[in-house]
């Protein structure tokens, strides 16, 4: 009987191996089981001319990110992100719209999770992305980094403004970024970003990457020398600026590509309303142009505002008309859009 009992002993060991290793499994993809088979399959490449239809003025930024998204795609497993970027440049140059947008094409069932640095100005602010300790306020919350990603792997993370972050939150980004995972202080439970690709908005170093860009047509030496700027002019740690793959200068838009920005937002507008626009009179892309040019540091943010004043007294006119196509013309005296049968 004695072999018997060994037998019994040995069996229930390798079940409570299997359990526990089953339960690290379990961990390591955040509580939710990461497919990399889908994620082999997808394929971003498809949607570059889509982006840049979108995203006007950034076609070099479009391509580099895509490719390389691709590439992790191919190569995706545990412990390794789908891609972290830095996109550099002055306010209202599409960078937050690009990531989001990348979102929607990597991940059409889930919101991309938007991080506000400007929040997280305070060493405690640790606890807020990853969850405060068992026993202080709001533990029970979880981090809001950490939990969203537990209850949904496949994310984008857009880490807006990342140099007003206080170092020690810059710091929690080194092992997620590292390793793709981070044990959520609150639950104790690992959340993995394995699925997940990160990107960085920062307004600082922008002239000093004008010059860096207007000077080196060499993408990886580029990419070095804007890390070295970006420790020089926005004080980042080198330590975390290496653990991006790639750094890019986003710059204020060219003319037409303001222009094609404003009939992308007018079409757009007029959409909303189950209108389409066959036709806008150039003056009014040109006056959206100098108006922009007032608004400069705002980016082309500002401009999307100024076509909404510009549109919507005629939209109501053309609901009431039962117009579903327009032609928009100016009125030269007032200057305001009319309705061109």
Known sequence: SHPFFVLIFFIISLIGLLIRLFHLHSLKAGGNK?????LREKNIVRYIPWLKENVRGHSET???????IQQNL???QIGRTLGSFIFVGPTGTGKTF?????????????EPIIISMNQYKSPNDVYTLLGAPPGHPGFEIGGSLTRPIQENP???VLIDEIEKAHPDVQHCLYNILDKAESREKSSGNLASFAACVFIATCNSGVE????????EKNHLLRTARAREILARDAGFERALLARFDDILLMDELRAIDVAEVACLQLAKHWRRYGINVDYASPEIILEAMMRNMEFKEYGVRQLSRFIQ???DPVIELARQSGKNHVRLDVDRRSGK???NA
């Open 62 to 68: 479009i391509d580099i990110v895509a490719h390389r």
């Open 337 to 339: 859009i009319i309705l």
């Open 208 to 215: 000093s990457l004008r010059n860096v860009y207007a000077s």
């Open 309 to 311: 004043e510009l549109a």
């Open 98 to 110: 690009l990531s989001e947008l990348i979102g929607m094409t990597l991940y059409p069932n889930s």
């Open 154 to 156: 496949y994310r984008l």
């Open 34 to 38: 990461i497919d990399f088979n889908l």
């Open 74 to 76: 191919s190569l995706s």
